[in-house]
């Protein structure tokens, strides 16, 4: 059990809520146990009680009472978390001490939870504290968040911001009536694509079924979701699509697909199973969606930039063998 100890709040964190500050402060505390320690006034800002919306600014003195933190929140020494900071020292595609950027592979999560011990942002943040098993491959300071998601099993560019001010620009860039990023996908299709460029919007609802199963629905009570899909190659067993995302709802790209009539091979929530064990058969075994490229404005110099991370060579293998024409995409 720890003792009472006072949390000095930086540049970091300066403008975020209570509780998601005490979530990151405190790993492997329950979130029913950080809400009841603030609603007894156990935790305390400048000597004063608080909510989990309160707000912090620099300089607030947080009060953390004694509190028992799982020994199993301890990553530093978690042999498949070491291997996997080892992997993606060598997936960064840009970093500086505003932005990360990285080529996730596929099957690995961007972060820990429903089971999972650790993804992409735990790994980051053990390279980031400097521990004593890993050389830090990265510059810039240790504060480290996504600032937005991929499937596990999608891979490509995954943006991450290394300080708050940058984490709220960039996700301003993407969301809202002032969107300016813009995010590209590759995407295998089932089937002939008909005609040019189409653009999808309809409403996405996160929905759970009666087996605990989490999906995406369209649903006049969701979320305005929109996408254009542009063909690159086509044959009567798949088509190659670039697939822009004009919002960002989760499983958009995949759903948008569905809506189609299209579903992307290997998609075993939403697509086809018989086309599944077609694409099987060519030796695909992931889902065939790469985020292949992404551009933003740099939060601090405002300077345009695109990054772009190349189709994986399984993939560029997968659509050569069914004698789709990937040479516009080689190296996007």
Request: positive net charge.
């Given at each position: 059990m720890s003792e009472v100890r006072y949390v000095e709040v930086?540049?970091?964190?300066?403008?975020?809520?209570?509780?998601?500050?005490?979530?990151?402060?405190?790993?492997?505390?329950?979130?029913?146990?950080?809400?009841?320690?603030?609603?007894?006034?156990?935790?305390?800002?400048n000597q004063?009680?608080?909510?989990?919306?309160?707000?912090l600014q620099i300089g607030d003195m947080v009060r953390i009472p004694p509190i028992r933190q799982s020994k199993s929140s301890d990553l530093s020494t978690n042999p498949l978390l070491i291997r996997l900071a080892q992997c993606l020292k060598s997936q960064v595609i840009f970093d500086d001490d505003a932005i990360l950027i990285i080529n996730k592979p596929a099957g690995i999560a961007v972060h820990g939870g429903s089971g999972l011990q650790g993804g992409v942002i735990e790994a980051l943040?053990?390279?980031?504290?400097?521990?004593?098993?890993?050389?830090?491959?990265?510059v810039g300071p240790a504060y480290l968040e996504l600032v937005h998601r991929l499937d596990r099993q999608t891979s490509g560019c995954l943006l991450l911001a290394r300080s708050r001010a940058a984490l709220l620009n960039l996700q301003q860039q993407m969301g809202g009536s002032k969107r300016s990023a813009t995010k590209h996908y590759l995407a295998l299709l089932q089937g002939c694509w008909q005609g040019g460029d189409r653009r999808v919007s309809c409403r996405l609802r996160k929905n759970q079924l009666l087996s605990g199963e989490r999906m995406v629905i369209v649903s006049d009570a969701g979320k305005?979701?929109?996408?254009?899909?542009s063909p690159i190659s086509c044959s009567d067993i798949g088509s190659l699509v670039r697939i822009e995302l004009l919002s960002g709802r989760t499983h958009q790209a995949r759903v948008h697909a569905v809506v189609c009539g299209a579903p992307i091979a290997g998609d075993e929530k939403y697509g086809n199973h018989d086309f599944n064990c077609l694409m099987q058969g060519y030796g695909l075994h992931r889902l065939f969606l790469h985020a292949s490229s992404i551009h933003i404005r740099h939060p601090v110099t405002g300077k345009s930039m695109h990054f772009q991370a190349p189709l994986p060579t399984e993939l560029q293998h997968l659509i050569t063998a069914m004698g789709l024409d990937c040479s516009a995409i080689m190296g996007h």
């Open positions: 930086e540049t970091n964190h300066s403008g975020q809520r209570l509780d998601n500050f005490l979530k990151t402060l405190l790993k492997g505390v329950p979130s029913s146990r950080i809400y009841r320690i603030i609603r007894k006034g156990e935790v305390r800002i004063g009680r608080a909510q989990p919306s309160s707000r943040r053990l390279q980031a504290a400097d521990s004593p098993l890993l050389a830090p491959p990265f305005i979701a929109e996408s254009l899909f």
